[in-house]
């Protein structure tokens, strides 16, 4: 069955970046985009990017453009979301999803001074 | 891009209540919506696909309608564990959309 296994809770400086990554087993990695989506606490959900793992072009939201990067390494099936600059508002958990029905357990990160 | 716009954002309703939740798009998604369940501290779950798919293991109170851009969960004789916030979602595009989610309450 399709696994999706983040990386565990990061606790960042403001300033700082962060990288999440995300293991997926049980379909054929390539096949699938990997979208991230973060919601922060007690707020809604919000679409971060797409990431197209066979050949690792991206498209990203606007408000994250410039601040966000996603990469893939297809040996070991492992998408990754770098946040720069990060600032309290980015204290959110993260999701990488291939589907509506796939999803990651979710990565809190936390940023605070 | 496709903007959600999901009403009411908070529901007071009581065990055994109808409920009903809407959601609009911006621009005509054909039956590209999924709707979700989620509690605090939990990824969200999938309940409907394709605007009115139930997800195999949901129960068969809750159902979806709609096409284009008018879209409804509807949710017909609440239960307990269905006290949480539902999101919409447009999958149309290659991004995704959300819609700001409705807090179900216990009245």
């Known amino acids: 069955q399709v696994q999706l296994v983040q990386s565990g809770a990061e606790v960042k400086k403001p300033g700082a970046s962060v990288k999440v990554s995300c293991k997926a087993s049980g379909y054929t990695f390539t096949s699938y985009y990997m979208h991230w989506v973060r919601q922060a606490p007690g707020q809604g959900l919000e679409w971060m990017g797409i990431?197209?793992?066979?050949?690792?072009?991206?498209s990203y939201a606007q408000k994250f453009q410039g601040r966000v990067t996603m990469t893939r390494d297809t040996s070991t099936s492992t998408v990754y979301m770098e946040l720069s600059s990060l600032r309290s508002e980015d204290t959110a958990v993260y999701y990488c999803?291939?589907?509506?029905?796939?999803w990651g357990q979710g990565t809190l990160v936390t940023v605070s001074s | 891009d496709i903007q959600m716009t999901q009403s009411p954002s908070t529901l007071s309703a009581s065990v055994g209540d109808r409920v009903t939740i809407t959601c609009r798009a911006s621009q005509s998604i054909s039956s590209w919506l999924a709707w979700y369940q989620q509690k605090p501290g939990k990824a969200p779950k999938l309940l409907i696909y394709?605007?009115?798919s139930l997800e195999s293991g949901v129960p068969s109170r809750f159902s979806g309608s709609g096409s284009g851009t008018e879209f409804t969960l509807t949710i017909s004789s609440l239960q307990p564990d269905d006290f949480a916030t539902y999101y919409c979602q447009q999958y149309n595009s290659p991004t995704w959309t959300f819609g700001q989610g409705t807090k179900v309450e216990i009245k």
């Open positions: 394709k605007a009115s």
């Open positions: 999803a291939i589907d509506t029905l796939n």
């Open positions: 990431i197209n793992p066979s050949g690792g072009s991206t």
